[in-house]
Protein backbone atom coordinates (compact mmCIF):
# COMPACT_ATOMS: atom_id res chain seq x y z
CA UNK A 1 0.00 0.00 0.00
CA UNK A 2 0.96 3.20 -0.75
CA UNK A 3 0.55 7.07 -0.08
CA UNK A 4 1.75 10.43 -1.30
CA UNK A 5 1.14 13.33 1.04
CA UNK A 6 2.77 17.16 0.66
CA UNK A 7 4.71 18.25 3.60
CA UNK A 8 4.43 22.18 3.81
CA UNK A 9 6.74 24.38 5.33
CA UNK A 10 5.98 27.96 7.54
CA UNK A 11 6.70 31.22 8.18
CA UNK A 12 6.40 32.92 10.93
CA UNK A 13 4.57 36.32 11.26
CA UNK A 14 5.05 37.41 15.03
CA UNK A 15 7.79 35.92 17.36
CA UNK A 16 7.89 37.42 20.53
CA UNK A 17 10.41 35.65 22.96
CA UNK A 18 8.76 35.81 26.61
CA UNK A 19 11.49 33.78 29.34
CA UNK A 20 13.84 31.33 29.54
CA UNK A 21 12.58 28.22 31.10
CA UNK A 22 15.00 26.47 33.90
CA UNK A 23 15.51 23.18 31.32
CA UNK A 24 16.76 26.11 28.94
CA UNK A 25 14.09 25.92 26.72
CA UNK A 26 12.49 29.26 25.95
CA UNK A 27 8.77 30.52 25.94
CA UNK A 28 7.65 31.69 22.81
CA UNK A 29 4.29 34.08 21.23
CA UNK A 30 4.50 33.62 18.02
CA UNK A 31 1.88 33.71 14.70
CA UNK A 32 2.38 30.60 12.47
CA UNK A 33 1.64 31.05 8.78
CA UNK A 34 1.40 27.45 6.67
CA UNK A 35 2.64 28.15 3.29
CA UNK A 36 2.71 26.16 -0.12
CA UNK A 37 6.30 25.59 -0.51
CA UNK A 38 6.51 22.26 -0.01
CA UNK A 39 7.84 18.34 -0.14
CA UNK A 40 6.31 15.80 -1.08
CA UNK A 41 6.59 12.34 0.64
CA UNK A 42 5.88 8.86 -0.73
CA UNK A 43 4.89 6.10 2.13
CA UNK A 44 5.19 2.28 1.03
CA UNK A 45 4.02 -0.05 3.65
CA UNK A 46 7.03 -2.85 4.20
CA UNK A 47 6.37 -6.67 5.44
CA UNK A 48 8.82 -6.53 7.69
CA UNK A 49 9.81 -4.21 10.64
CA UNK A 50 11.91 -2.01 9.16
CA UNK A 51 11.92 1.91 9.23
CA UNK A 52 14.01 3.02 5.82
CA UNK A 53 14.59 6.72 5.09
CA UNK A 54 15.39 7.37 0.97
CA UNK A 55 15.62 11.36 0.39
CA UNK A 56 16.83 12.97 -2.84
CA UNK A 57 18.94 15.82 -0.52
CA UNK A 58 22.48 15.21 0.80
CA UNK A 59 21.72 18.11 3.31
CA UNK A 60 19.50 15.58 5.41
CA UNK A 61 20.25 12.52 7.38
CA UNK A 62 18.55 8.96 6.13
CA UNK A 63 19.47 7.04 9.32
CA UNK A 64 17.64 7.42 12.67
CA UNK A 65 18.94 10.95 13.31
CA UNK A 66 15.83 12.05 10.27
CA UNK A 67 13.17 13.45 12.22
CA UNK A 68 10.86 11.22 9.93
CA UNK A 69 11.91 8.15 10.96
CA UNK A 70 12.20 8.94 14.59
CA UNK A 71 8.27 9.99 14.04
CA UNK A 72 7.27 6.70 12.57
CA UNK A 73 10.04 4.77 15.16
CA UNK A 74 8.18 6.74 18.10
CA UNK A 75 5.16 5.52 16.36
CA UNK A 76 5.86 1.86 15.97
CA UNK A 77 6.71 0.83 19.33
CA UNK A 78 4.31 3.39 21.24
CA UNK A 79 1.40 1.08 19.39
CA UNK A 80 3.48 -2.40 18.62
CA UNK A 81 3.33 -1.95 14.87
CA UNK A 82 4.93 -5.15 13.29
CA UNK A 83 4.76 -3.66 9.68
CA UNK A 84 7.83 -1.21 8.50
CA UNK A 85 7.96 1.70 6.14
CA UNK A 86 10.08 3.07 3.33
CA UNK A 87 9.64 6.86 3.32
CA UNK A 88 10.84 8.77 0.18
CA UNK A 89 11.48 12.31 1.23
CA UNK A 90 11.70 14.74 -2.32
CA UNK A 91 13.14 18.15 -0.82
CA UNK A 92 12.34 21.20 -2.00
CA UNK A 93 12.34 23.14 1.48
CA UNK A 94 15.47 24.27 2.23
CA UNK A 95 17.60 22.71 5.10
CA UNK A 96 17.68 24.85 7.85
CA UNK A 97 16.21 27.44 7.37
CA UNK A 98 13.51 28.17 9.73
CA UNK A 99 10.60 27.45 8.08
CA UNK A 100 10.01 24.12 9.36
CA UNK A 101 11.04 21.95 6.90
CA UNK A 102 11.99 18.67 9.37
CA UNK A 103 9.49 19.43 11.85
CA UNK A 104 6.67 19.27 8.91
CA UNK A 105 7.96 15.84 7.53
CA UNK A 106 7.89 14.42 10.80
CA UNK A 107 4.54 15.76 11.14
CA UNK A 108 3.40 14.42 7.99
CA UNK A 109 4.35 10.66 8.88
CA UNK A 110 2.57 10.89 11.85
CA UNK A 111 -0.59 11.93 9.78
CA UNK A 112 0.26 9.16 6.98
CA UNK A 113 0.60 6.25 9.13
CA UNK A 114 -1.99 6.88 11.66
CA UNK A 115 -3.86 6.06 8.19
CA UNK A 116 -1.50 3.01 6.53
CA UNK A 117 -1.35 1.58 10.33
CA UNK A 118 -5.00 2.01 11.21
CA UNK A 119 -3.96 3.30 14.48
CA UNK A 120 -7.54 5.90 14.69
CA UNK A 121 -5.66 8.31 16.77
CA UNK A 122 -7.40 11.37 17.37
CA UNK A 123 -5.52 15.22 16.04
CA UNK A 124 -5.11 15.76 20.09
CA UNK A 125 -3.93 13.02 20.42
CA UNK A 126 -1.49 13.20 17.20
CA UNK A 127 -0.37 16.87 18.67
CA UNK A 128 0.87 15.32 22.20
CA UNK A 129 3.26 12.44 20.54
CA UNK A 130 4.58 15.70 17.97
CA UNK A 131 5.29 17.56 21.14
CA UNK A 132 8.11 14.99 21.61
CA UNK A 133 9.80 15.33 18.73
CA UNK A 134 9.62 19.30 18.42
CA UNK A 135 8.04 22.56 19.48
CA UNK A 136 6.90 23.28 15.32
CA UNK A 137 5.55 19.63 14.57
CA UNK A 138 2.30 19.84 16.43
CA UNK A 139 1.35 23.05 14.18
CA UNK A 140 1.76 20.92 11.20
CA UNK A 141 -0.62 18.20 13.02
CA UNK A 142 -3.31 20.99 12.47
CA UNK A 143 -5.47 21.32 9.35
CA UNK A 144 -5.04 24.93 9.65
CA UNK A 145 -3.55 27.91 7.78
CA UNK A 146 -2.59 30.58 10.92
CA UNK A 147 -2.12 29.48 14.28
CA UNK A 148 -0.89 31.05 17.45
CA UNK A 149 1.80 29.02 19.06
CA UNK A 150 2.31 29.10 22.73
CA UNK A 151 4.86 27.68 25.16
CA UNK A 152 7.85 26.36 23.29
CA UNK A 153 5.48 26.84 20.24
CA UNK A 154 3.74 23.43 20.59
CA UNK A 155 0.50 24.97 22.41
CA UNK A 156 -1.11 25.40 18.68
CA UNK A 157 -4.25 27.78 18.96
CA UNK A 158 -5.70 27.44 15.21
CA UNK A 159 -6.87 31.23 14.63
CA UNK A 160 -10.82 30.32 12.79
CA UNK A 161 -10.97 33.79 11.48
CA UNK A 162 -8.32 33.52 9.01
CA UNK A 163 -9.20 30.25 7.76
CA UNK A 164 -9.99 31.75 4.46
CA UNK A 165 -6.89 34.07 3.70
CA UNK A 166 -4.64 33.34 1.79
CA UNK A 167 -0.81 35.86 1.33
CA UNK A 168 1.19 35.81 -1.02
CA UNK A 169 5.57 35.57 -0.26
CA UNK A 170 8.83 35.68 -1.89
CA UNK A 171 11.00 34.26 0.27
CA UNK A 172 14.68 34.94 -0.28
CA UNK A 173 16.97 32.33 1.44
CA UNK A 174 20.90 32.74 1.75
CA UNK A 175 23.24 29.35 1.14
CA UNK A 176 24.33 29.28 5.41
CA UNK A 177 23.01 27.11 7.94
CA UNK A 178 21.84 29.05 11.58
CA UNK A 179 22.14 27.49 14.54
CA UNK A 180 18.95 27.73 16.73
CA UNK A 181 21.10 27.13 20.30
CA UNK A 182 23.35 29.57 19.17
CA UNK A 183 20.89 32.42 18.45
CA UNK A 184 18.82 31.33 21.87
CA UNK A 185 21.98 31.25 23.04
CA UNK A 186 23.19 34.57 21.99
CA UNK A 187 19.77 36.21 22.97
CA UNK A 188 20.42 35.42 26.28
CA UNK A 189 23.91 36.70 26.62
CA UNK A 190 22.11 39.69 24.84
CA UNK A 191 18.52 40.48 26.72
CA UNK A 192 18.97 38.81 30.28
CA UNK A 193 20.59 39.87 33.26
CA UNK A 194 23.30 38.13 34.67
CA UNK A 195 24.28 37.90 38.56
CA UNK A 196 28.05 39.53 37.83
CA UNK A 197 26.45 42.33 35.71
CA UNK A 198 25.80 44.57 38.81
CA UNK A 199 28.98 43.53 40.50
CA UNK A 200 31.36 44.08 36.62
CA UNK A 201 32.94 47.31 36.17
CA UNK A 202 35.26 45.93 33.90
CA UNK A 203 35.28 48.36 30.66
CA UNK A 204 35.91 45.46 28.18
CA UNK A 205 32.66 44.15 29.44
CA UNK A 206 29.89 43.86 26.71
CA UNK A 207 27.36 46.53 27.47
CA UNK A 208 23.71 44.12 27.43
CA UNK A 209 21.41 45.36 25.20
CA UNK A 210 17.95 46.39 26.59
CA UNK A 211 15.07 44.46 25.51
CA UNK A 212 12.40 46.37 23.54
CA UNK A 213 9.10 47.01 24.34
CA UNK A 214 6.90 45.93 21.53
CA UNK A 215 3.15 47.23 21.24
CA UNK A 216 2.28 44.37 19.58
CA UNK A 217 -1.04 42.24 20.11
CA UNK A 218 -1.72 39.00 18.46
CA UNK A 219 -5.79 40.32 18.02
CA UNK A 220 -4.27 43.97 16.18
CA UNK A 221 -2.01 41.48 13.91
CA UNK A 222 -4.99 39.39 13.19
CA UNK A 223 -7.33 41.47 12.46
CA UNK A 224 -4.75 42.92 10.46
CA UNK A 225 -3.97 40.02 8.50
CA UNK A 226 -7.69 39.14 7.74
CA UNK A 227 -8.67 42.71 6.11
CA UNK A 228 -4.62 42.97 4.37
CA UNK A 229 -3.84 45.89 5.86
CA UNK A 230 0.06 46.32 4.95
CA UNK A 231 1.18 49.22 7.16
CA UNK A 232 -0.69 47.99 10.11
CA UNK A 233 0.82 44.43 9.74
CA UNK A 234 4.69 46.59 9.21
CA UNK A 235 3.72 47.99 12.38
CA UNK A 236 2.93 44.87 14.44
CA UNK A 237 4.39 42.49 13.24
CA UNK A 238 8.15 41.83 14.65
CA UNK A 239 10.75 38.97 15.32
CA UNK A 240 12.53 38.97 18.41
CA UNK A 241 15.42 37.07 17.18
CA UNK A 242 16.03 39.34 14.13
CA UNK A 243 18.91 41.98 15.67
CA UNK A 244 20.50 38.47 17.19
CA UNK A 245 21.09 36.39 13.80
CA UNK A 246 21.84 39.45 12.11
CA UNK A 247 24.28 40.23 14.24
CA UNK A 248 25.93 36.43 14.01
CA UNK A 249 24.88 36.55 10.05
CA UNK A 250 25.19 40.17 9.04
CA UNK A 251 23.83 38.40 5.36
CA UNK A 252 20.51 38.07 6.74
CA UNK A 253 19.83 41.77 7.71
CA UNK A 254 21.76 42.77 4.80
CA UNK A 255 18.90 40.79 2.32
CA UNK A 256 16.10 42.54 4.70
CA UNK A 257 17.87 45.91 3.43
CA UNK A 258 17.50 44.99 -0.30
CA UNK A 259 14.20 43.78 0.03
CA UNK A 260 13.50 47.44 1.79
CA UNK A 261 15.24 48.96 -1.50
CA UNK A 262 12.85 47.30 -3.46
CA UNK A 263 10.00 48.79 -1.84
CA UNK A 264 8.22 46.57 -0.37
CA UNK A 265 6.27 47.22 2.52
CA UNK A 266 6.88 44.11 4.57
CA UNK A 267 9.58 41.88 5.47
CA UNK A 268 10.28 40.23 8.47
CA UNK A 269 12.48 37.22 9.26
CA UNK A 270 11.06 33.87 9.88
CA UNK A 271 12.39 31.42 12.94
CA UNK A 272 15.15 31.81 13.42
CA UNK A 273 16.45 32.98 10.09
CA UNK A 274 18.19 32.41 7.89
CA UNK A 275 15.16 33.13 5.13
CA UNK A 276 13.44 36.48 4.89
CA UNK A 277 10.40 37.07 3.42
CA UNK A 278 8.03 39.81 1.98
CA UNK A 279 4.24 40.13 1.50
CA UNK A 280 3.02 41.63 -1.34
CA UNK A 281 -0.29 42.75 -2.49
CA UNK A 282 -1.13 40.46 -5.17
CA UNK A 283 0.21 37.61 -6.96
CA UNK A 284 1.60 39.29 -9.81
CA UNK A 285 3.50 41.58 -7.60
CA UNK A 286 4.87 38.88 -5.45
CA UNK A 287 6.09 37.53 -9.38
CA UNK A 288 7.44 40.72 -10.32
CA UNK A 289 9.55 40.82 -7.15
CA UNK A 290 10.62 36.96 -7.50
CA UNK A 291 11.93 38.01 -11.20
CA UNK A 292 13.86 41.10 -9.53
CA UNK A 293 15.76 38.65 -7.15
CA UNK A 294 16.07 35.57 -9.31
CA UNK A 295 17.88 38.03 -11.19
CA UNK A 296 20.61 39.19 -9.38
CA UNK A 297 23.90 37.63 -8.97
CA UNK A 298 23.95 36.55 -5.12
CA UNK A 299 24.51 34.12 -2.79
CA UNK A 300 20.92 33.00 -2.35
CA UNK A 301 17.90 31.26 -3.67
CA UNK A 302 14.51 32.97 -4.19
CA UNK A 303 11.31 30.91 -3.67
CA UNK A 304 7.46 32.04 -4.24
CA UNK A 305 4.58 30.93 -1.79
CA UNK A 306 0.73 30.87 -0.87
CA UNK A 307 -1.05 30.50 2.23
CA UNK A 308 -2.17 27.20 2.34
Same mark, same amino acid.
Given at each position: ???????????? !?????????????????????????????????????? =?? =????????????????????? %??????? =?????????????????? %??????????????????? *? %?? !?????????????????????????????????????????? *????????????? =????????????????????????????????????????????? %?? !?????????????????? !????????????????????????????????????????????????????????????????????
Amino acid at each position: MQMRLDSCSKLN !LYLKVLHRNKDGYHDIDTIFERISLSDKIIFTLRKDSN =IK =IVTSSDNIPSDHTNLAYRAAK %LLQEKYR =IKNGVNIKIIKRIPVGAG %LGGGSGNAATVLIALNKLW *K %LG !LSKAKLSRIAECLGSDVPFFIHNTPFAQGLGRGEDIKPIKSL *KNIRIWHVLVVPR =INVATALVYKKWDEFFLPSASDAKSKSPGKIKKVKLTTHDSDVKI %LT !LAIKGKIWNKLRKYSFND !LENVTFRLYPVVGKIKEELYKLKQEFVLMSGSGPTVFAITPSKKEAMVLYRQLKGKNKPWDVFLAQTV
